[in-house]
């Protein structure tokens, strides 16, 4: 691997959140050996000019229906990069030619049916070949499941146990989605109606572990007082996928948690009393994922939004014998692409210079979680406290 091309390949380095991953490298990693990739050279050519990376930098084009040019593209590279969503409609292809090449890989994945699938498809030839697949390495769910890893890391070293119970709370969130967000939700309902199999896969909360299923797990899909937060919370639009890659990382890691370990995810909703109760169930009936026309794909916040945009996450650990620890976790651009831009581009970098690991399908806690957390708040903009 070491004497590949390049370190790092972006695939869909024209794309909205792609471009972010390039202007990034060009900014702050001139060490680093990368290229832009994607389907049409002049398109490459002109997001390179726009974002002003070096007139030399790599070019690379592969169509995402090409097996052929996806496995040569793969075979050049450390690492791949990819933002090429959905990827129920566009991934298996280029996770393909990486598990067939032994080329570690990146996404921003949030669609747990895409997963599920992959996983059950790819573990045993993707830890046959070397290839470590990293799956969801931007605000899903990189936040979430490295929050959780330092409350409980927190409650080991306290209280020589894990808390058997972690509630994920969205204390303040400021961003807005892009097309590529809407594409991929759009894509996963289609495909729930289709086909049952999808549907369960987005209810089980133990679908991305395969041969494990925990306990009963918290619904989080109503709104409720919350006594821990002193506010009334709302359902989390996230929580859907994020939740499942907590589960992943636990069952992958050997259970740290324990084997009982319940989580959910919920928001904050601001107000005190009738007047928070009032906004819990307002958040409640929101779903932006329900309109019938949302950001075309490429469409997305534009860089004073990016800029001005963050998220405040407390992880509430709660032991049998009622103490309680309280992890946050803070991003300084907005979570869905300034923030995310970010992690995919240091958890590329995390596998090349930090972490070794095994081939397979993975999470980012389970396979990076203390490398990457001190990477992320080194060059990316969070941070990690016990409170």
Known sequence: MADREFNIIVYGATGFTGRLVAEYFAANYADVKWAMAGRSLTKLEEVRDEIGAPADTPLLTANADDPAALKALTARAQVIITTVGPYQLYG?????????????????????????????????????????????????????????????????RRFGKPAPRVKGRVRAMKGTFSGGTFASGKATAMAAAKDPSVFKALVDPFSLTPGFSGPD???????????????????????????????????????????????????????????????????????????????????????????????????????????RVTATVKGDRDPGYGSTSKMIAESALCLIRDVKGEGGVWTPGALMAEPLIRRLEANAGLSFSID
């Open 92 to 156: 298996e292809p280029l996770l393909a030619a990486c598990v067939e090449t032994g080329t570690a890989y990146v996404d921003l994945c949030g669609e747990p049916n895409f997963m599920h699938a992959m996983i059950r498809k790819y573990q045993d030839a993707a830890k046959a070949s070397g290839a470590r697949i990293v799956f969801s390495c931007g605000f899903d769910s990189i936040p979430f499941d490295l929050g959780v890893w330092t409350v409980e890391q927190e409650c080991i």
């Open 217 to 323: 797990q918290p619904k989080g899909v109503l709104p409720e007082y919350d006594e821990a937060m002193g506010a009334w919370v709302a359902p989390f639009m996230m929580a859907v996928i994020n939740t499942k890659n907590v589960h992943r990382t636990n069952f992958l890691a050997g259970h740290p948690y324990g084997e009982d370990f319940k989580y959910d995810e919920m928001m904050v909703a601001p107000g005190l009393g009738e007047m928070g109760k009032a906004a819990a169930e307002a958040i409640a009936k929101m779903n932006p994922m329900n309109a019938d026309k949302g950001p075309a794909p490429g469409e997305g916040p534009s860089k004073e939004e990016r800029e001005t945009g963050f998220y405040d996450i407390a992880f509430v650990a709660e032991m049998p014998t009622g103490e």
